[in-house]
């Protein structure tokens, strides 16, 4: 399982909080926004949370380990967003 989680972590990195709220103070262009989340993940993908989940299994007695993620990439979600906010049905 640690190496899962190891291999997991290295391809989808912690979002950049930081660098990100650096482009809004700034009022950066959004191409910088898109060039910060490819440099900071090539694959695209990052790690919002993650929560050890081992703590709570241990308390019911289980030797089990776990991480659950919250993981995304929210210039995806942007790319969507014009869709969405056009559909006609949308109460």
Excluded: C, H
Aim: no cysteine.
């Amino acid at each position: 399982m640690a190496r899962f989680r190891e291999r997991y972590e290295r391809a989808v990195p912690p979002f950049p909080a930081e660098k990100v709220m650096e482009l809004v103070q700034r009022q950066a262009p959004w191409q910088d926004m898109l060039d910060l989340m490819t440099a900071t993940s090539p694959l695209g993908f990052f790690i919002f949370f993650a929560n050890d989940v081992e703590p709570t299994v241990r308390l019911a007695g289980d030797q089990a380990s776990g991480v659950t993620y919250l993981m995304g990439n929210s210039t995806i979600m942007e790319r969507r967003a014009p869709t969405l906010a056009n559909r006609s049905d949308r109460s």
